[in-house]
């Protein structure tokens, strides 16, 4: 009895093993791989004539690439509201906090620890420069920055660029053109000069 259960689980482990093997080296194609079994060589097969894209097109060259008519845009895709700019902060203090800092300054905490300083927000040059252009900074990347495509959606890339503007602005007003009402939320903030504006031109 003993040596028919031995051999019954030699016989099993055989099996098992076996069918471990083929499914571990099965036949499978690899993508851009080639195939005897088409005429054409390939393994990957070409869409059906006719077949129409739905849901992924994006052929909104403003939203998805911040551009109209092949030139950087000068305009938001969409309206800016307090919505997106709330979502604009809440990313941008994820994504571009770390290294352009809390009020884009470029001396962010990874900065200040060694890495390469990005310029200020507030240099006339990214003071006059189109919406488009940090949409296009943020998708493509620029200099050491890598691109943040597979990481942010357009969406919130818009969101981040309306939120940078509001940072720009907050830099640039002059404070006797402020409401008193404004003048007096000003003054209630504490005054810190840790991470205070910059004239950085560098990379």
């Not at 900074?137 to 940078?164: K, Q």
């Not at 409401?179 to 000003?186: D, F, S, V």
């Amino acid at each position: 009895m003993k040596t028919s259960i031995i051999a019954l689980a030699l016989v099993s482990a055989g099996l098992f093993g076996a069918c471990r093997q083929d499914m571990h080296d099965q036949p499978r194609y690899k993508a851009y791989g080639q195939s005897a079994f088409f005429a054409d060589g390939r393994n990957m097969r070409p869409l059906v004539p006719g077949t129409v894209a739905q849901g992924h097109l994006m052929e909104d060259d403003h939203f998805y690439r911040g551009k109209v008519d092949g030139k950087l845009a000068e305009t938001f895709p969409m309206e800016v509201t307090a919505e997106i700019l709330a979502r604009g902060k809440e990313r941008y203090q994820i994504y571009c906090q770390p290294c352009h800092s809390p009020v884009g300054d470029g001396n962010g905490m990874i900065v200040q620890r060694g890495m390469k300083r990005p310029p200020s927000y507030h240099i006339e040059r990214l003071q006059k420069s189109a919406p488009g252009y940090f949409f296009d900074v943020i998708t493509n990347g620029f200099g050491v920055m890598y691109d943040y495509s597979d990481r942010i959606l357009p969406e919130d890339r818009w969101a981040i660029v309306a939120y940078v503007r509001v940072l720009q602005q907050s830099q640039a007003t002059n404070v006797s053109e402020l409401t008193p009402e404004e003048r007096a939320k000003l003054d209630a903030i504490p005054t810190s000069t840790t991470n205070g504006p910059s004239t950085s031109t560098g990379q």
